[in-house]
C-alpha cells in the first residue's frame, strides 16, 4: 500500500546549521507531495507542496524538490533558526483517493 | 476567515461515556477529515467525507461514527468511550483534487479515564 519513510528524530542542530530530512514515498499514480510542519500545541500548516515531477516547493527558507525517479522529496534549510523547533511531517497525497499519507514525522530542535 | 474551527478544545471522559466533537470550516470545501494522532504514530485517519451527506471509513474508524449533514460542519461521535481512544484529534478540509492543500484545525486534546 502507499507509505511514506522519513528520518527518525530528534534532529538536533545548533542554530545556523544546514538541515536536511529525508523522506521517500511509495505511492501509486503521480501523488502531490507536501511537508507540513507542527509547532508545540498546535495543528498542522502547510509548510511546501510539489505537484509535479521536478516541481521545486519552497516557504520560509525550507525548499523540497519532487524527485520521480528517487520517490523522495527531502526537506532542506540552509540556516536553521530556534523557532524552526517542531515535528515536519512529509505526505503525499495520492490522486486516486486524494487523501494524504503520513509517515511518524520528524522533530527537529534548535539550540542556540 | 476563521478556517478550520474545533470544539471543543480539550475534555475529560469516563470510560463508557459518549461525546461529539464538532468541526467547522468556512472556506466552502468539499472533502473533510478526522485525524487521531498519537506519539510516535504520526497521524492516522478514522473517517472522512468527500461531500455533504457522504463519509467513508478511513484507516482506524472502530469505535467512532461521523455525521456530514450540512457541507460546513463535519462531527466525530464516540459513542463508548475506552482508554484506547485518549488522543488528540485534528479535522481537516480541502478541495477536490490531489494538488490542493488539506488545512488543519488546532485540535481537540480528548482524555479517557
Known amino acids: 500500500g502507499d507509505s511514506v519513510t522519513q528520518m527518525e528524530g530528534p534532529v538536533t542542530l545548533s542554530e545556523e546549521a544546514f538541515l536536511t530530512i529525508n523522506c521517500t514515498y511509495t505511492a501509486t499514480g503521480y501523488p502531490s507531495l507536501f511537508w507540513y510542519v507542527q509547532y508545540p500545541g498546535e495543528g498542522l500548516q502547510l509548510l511546501l507542496k510539489a505537484t509535479k515531477a521536478d516541481d521545486k516547493g519552497s516557504n520560509k527558507g525550507f525548499e523540497a524538490t519532487y524527485r520521480k525517479e528517487t520517490t523522495s522529496f527531502h526537506l532542506e534549510k540552509g540556516s536553521v533558526q530556534v523557532s524552526d523547533s517542531a515535528v515536519y511531517f512529509c505526505?503525499?497525497?495520492?490522486?486516486?483517493?486524494?487523501?494524504?499519507?503520513f509517515g511518524t514525522g520528524t522533530r527537529l530542535q534548535v539550540f542556540p | 476567515n476563521a478556517g478550520v474551527t474545533q470544539t471543543p478544545k480539550f475534555r475529560v471522559l469516563k470510560t463508557g461515556q459518549s461525546m461529539t466533537l464538532l468541526c467547522a470550516q468556512d472556506?466552502?470545501?468539499?472533502?473533510m477529515y478526522w485525524y487521531r494522532q498519537d506519539p510516535g504514530m504520526g497521524l492516522r485517519l478514522i473517517h472522512y467525507?468527500?461531500?455533504?451527506?457522504?463519509?467513508a471509513k478511513g484507516e482506524v474508524p472502530d469505535g467512532y461514527n461521523v455525521s456530514r449533514l450540512k457541507k460546513q460542519n463535519f462531527l466525530l461521535g464516540l459513542e463508548s468511550a475506552a482508554p484506547s481512544q485518549t488522543s488528540v484529534y485534528f479535522c481537516a478540509s480541502s478541495r477536490q483534487g490531489s494538488s490542493e492543500t488539506q488545512y488543519f484545525g488546532p485540535g481537540t486534546r480528548l482524555l479517557v479515564l
Open positions: 505526505a503525499p497525497r495520492t490522486d486516486n483517493t486524494d487523501k494524504l499519507i
Open positions: 472556506m466552502n470545501h468539499e472533502y
Open positions: 467525507s468527500v461531500g455533504e451527506g457522504t463519509t
